[in-house]
């Protein structure tokens, strides 16, 4: 795990969490952006979870959730509605990315690419509860890389993973760890 | 003065002068059609001489700024046509860093890595200036290897897997495996082929002779101006109905004077939609919002740097280095495709299909294109069974929206409002003719039918006269995997 943590200027990435004039002249660490950063994701992606997919359609059975959303009329998934998200910051921005990795993906897009994201997702699946930290060079960049667990919070995630005919495999519970939110932020330099 | 001293000056003035001339063209003013290092690719060469519409940085921008630039005057024109396609591939897919080992093998950031311009000894079908097998580069090996993923595909080459009617690098709305799946047991042929938007009721008209008189008892013609067999034909128009008058194209405002010969700007006034889309598509594309106007000397100047030059100096650029100007619209002459002999000099206008007074709805969807298209597909229309369809439909023998016409999968309709709406680009359901399967095809016959048939190009040939003789296995494949789940494989 990465030791030494360097610093971020928060206004590069937190305009939204600037309170005031002295607040945009903070400096944050990296690692504290990126915490910030998945806590907002993950409290958006757990209430679209719960309240919308595992509500509808789980619970109450009145519409799907399907992968093919516009062509069954259905709700996004809520893996889609957390890339979706991640397409439009990705347009807006490049001061950090994110992504939703797993060791076990549906779709094999989603399977580590990188030497670090293979550590980091292992590092996760093995220590619960624990989040990962450490830097890479991608592309002449180099990057503050986060990984955090993604639980299964409803049954809604379990149930579509274990049934899904490309899931490679079929035996989460829930409260499992099947896979990684993935947060990189590049270095000054 | 000495032979060669005289001499070197001469080649010195000589090479100065040449180097101006170039450096003037391509950076102040005047036409640089000589200067094009390639033919253009498809139907750009119908922008050639607007260089700006896809060149738009500075002179002596980075390699990287050019980059950059270049590609994203690409989604100037097709943003739309890729957010469609619900592209497979979409730029957004790539930005992020940890794609960053695929940029090495194909950049899919940009679309210069793979439709290259003015390459035309390299071009490729769809504007493809890599090799056909370019899958390779990213699906043959790790978790990407599909040959691993998919037993069907273990002895396939990667030169088949765009070529087979199978795969496309952008659009695959008809053919994702779960499509395949859910449509793989369609009927060839509908119980009830019909298109259902061309069902809809037609917008009112007057019918009998009493409204017809009624109309042109009222209307607002120079009474010299009013030809009868004009009057008649438009007062049965849905023109009329809809309470157009003769001066809303002929003087459209109260201080322009009456013109015989309105131009095409008073349609696009009221038909924005088709517009838009006419402007998308190879007929109209010289009328797109987007294509660069002519350079001006004085700004072109400045972004060199001479901030003050003289007025005369620019007068005498604008004067001996004007850009040409496009034409308005493209002519048959600049058609890249087979024609006949006694077309050419055809003005892409719309009343090159739509005739300003009468409606005509064979002409326009059939007529038209047969006025110029000589190839094996158009010559075989009249005859086909698609065109039978469409004669019984006319004779009252066919159910309303059973006749298939041209532009009933080239130029398809879409509901709007209870009526139907023309998509004008006659190019959004081609390349690749996949496109078509969804919007057309599959408003009569299965998907199996559809896909084997668009990869069978004698059947196209001869206008669907027959049924396909290749068959493509992606449906197969696709329900043989549900069946029989390949476990761990991608989706």
């Not at chain 2, 943003?79 to 992020?96: G, I, Q, V």
């Amino acid at each position: 795990m990465m030791k030494k943590l360097t610093k971020i200027k928060a206004a590069m990435l937190c305009g939204a969490m600037a309170m005031g004039g002295t607040a945009a002249k903070a400096e944050m660490e990296y690692q504290q952006v990126s915490d910030l950063l998945h806590l907002v994701m993950s409290s958006d992606r757990t209430v679209y979870t719960r309240m919308i997919v595992n509500r509808l359609a789980v619970k109450e059975g009145v519409i799907k959730a399907s992968e093919h959303f516009e062509d069954d009329k259905a709700l996004v998934l809520p893996a889609q509605m957390f890339r979706f998200g991640a397409e439009m910051v990705a347009e807006e921005t490049d001061a950090f990315s994110y992504s939703l990795l797993s060791l076990w993906p549906i779709n094999k897009q989603n399977a580590p690419s990188t030497d670090l994201e293979k550590e980091g997702l292992e590092y996760i699946a093995d220590n619960p509860g624990e989040n990962f930290y450490g830097e890479e060079e991608l592309g002449g960049v180099t990057y503050f890389t986060a990984f955090y667990p993604d639980v299964a919070v409803a049954e809604a995630c379990t149930q579509c993973h274990n049934e899904h005919k490309d899931s490679p495999k079929t035996d989460f519970e829930g409260g499992d760890v099947m896979g990684g939110v993935v947060i990189r932020i590049p270095m000054d330099g | 003065m000495k032979r060669n001293t005289a001499l070197w000056i001469l080649w010195i003035g000589l090479t100065l002068m040449g180097a101006g001339t170039v450096f003037a063209k391509l950076y102040i003013g005047g036409d640089r059609s000589v200067l094009l290092p390639g033919q253009t690719a498809g139907a750009h060469h119908q922008l050639e001489i607007a260089c700006e519409t896809c060149h738009t940085s500075k002179p002596f921008a980075s390699q990287a700024k050019l980059r950059k630039d270049i590609n994203k005057t690409c989604e100037t024109c097709h943003k739309d046509e890729l957010k469609a396609a619900d592209d497979s591939h979409p730029k957004k897919k790539f930005t992020n860093p940890r794609m960053a080992s695929y940029w090495e093998k194909v950049d899919g950031r940009f679309c210069t890595t793979c439709h290259s311009e003015h390459q035309p000894e390299v071009t490729l079908p769809m504007m493809l200036t890599l090799q056909g097998d370019y899958c390779v580069a990213c699906h043959s090996e790790g978790e990407q290897d599909i040959r691993k993923d998919r037993e069907s595909h273990a002895d396939l080459t990667f030169d088949t897997c765009a070529s087979s009617g199978c795969h496309n690098y952008h659009d695959n709305r008809a053919l994702y495996e779960d499509f395949l799946v859910k449509h793989g047991q369609d009927p060839w042929l509908a119980d009830h082929a019909v298109i259902p938007v061309a069902a809809l009721p037609a917008p009112p008209r007057a019918g009998s002779a009493d409204e017809i008189a009624a109309y042109l008892a009222a209307v607002d013609a120079p009474a010299n101006s009013l030809d009868d067999q004009i009057a008649q034909d438009w007062a049965a128009s849905a023109h009329a109905a809809a309470d157009v008058t003769c001066s809303g194209c002929h003087a459209p405002e109260e201080d322009i004077a009456w013109t015989d010969h309105p131009d095409q700007g008073v349609c696009s006034d009221c038909h924005k939609p088709q517009a838009k889309s006419f402007s998308g598509g190879r007929h109209g594309m010289r009328g797109h919002a987007k294509i660069s106007k002519p350079r001006d000397a004085k700004k072109q100047l400045k972004a060199l740097g001479w901030k003050d030059a003289p007025e005369g100096l620019i007068t005498a650029l604008e004067t001996y280095l004007g850009d040409p100007v496009p034409p308005a619209a493209m002519t048959t002459d600049e058609a890249r495709v087979e024609l006949r002999d006694d077309a050419h000099g055809q003005g892409m206008e719309c009343t090159a299909c739509h005739k300003p007074h009468r409606e005509e709805p064979d002409f326009a969807a059939i007529g038209a294109c047969l006025t110029c298209h000589d190839d094996d597909h158009s010559r075989a229309y009249e005859g086909s069974p698609h065109h039978d369809l469409w004669l019984a439909e006319q004779a009252g023998d066919g159910p309303a929206g059973s006749g298939v016409t041209c532009a009933t999968c080239h130029m398809p309709q879409e509901e709007k409002k209870g009526f139907a709406l023309t998509n004008h680009n006659q190019n959004d359901t081609l390349r690749p003719n996949e496109k078509m399967i969804r919007p057309v095809c599959m408003s009569c016959h299965g998907l199996g039918f559809a896909i084997d048939a668009l990869a069978d190009p004698a059947l196209i040939a001869n206008n669907f006269s027959g049924q396909p003789s290749r068959h493509i296995e992606s449906i197969d494949w696709a329900l043989k995997r549900v069946e029989t789940p390949e476990k761990g494989a991608n989706q």
